[in-house]
């Protein structure tokens, strides 16, 4: 059986490397949460104009309107899972102690 040495750590040229790390070319995290939030908002608003459409008779594709409250609900949902966790996140962090 062969045992393996154990590694020593890095030389400090090497540690410097780690420090350079940058955050991939996406947008920032508010940004995006800004977005989505948006989109959201878009969807519950073309879904009440889609049951308005079918209430006042201005167009009668039901399957249409039943989309567009699906996609909106679960849009609603999504971002509800989205503010619990983050709330979660936040409430870890502060009760991290320094």
Do not use: W
């Not at 989109?39 to 989309?67: F, P, R, Y």
């Amino acid at each position: 059986m062969n045992i393996q040495p154990v590694q020593h750590s890095l030389p400090a040229g090497e540690i410097e490397k780690f420090t350079d790390i940058k955050e991939p070319g996406g947008k920032p995290f508010l940004e995006m949460l800004k977005d989505s939030l948006s989109q959201v908002d878009q969807n519950q608003k073309s879904a009440e104009e889609a049951v308005k459409g079918l209430e006042t008779g201005s167009h009668q594709n039901i399957h249409q309107t039943m989309i567009a409250l699906e996609k909106a609900d679960l849009s609603l949902q999504m971002m509800m899972q989205v503010r619990n966790k983050i709330l979660s996140a936040y409430e870890e962090i502060s009760r991290m102690q320094m």
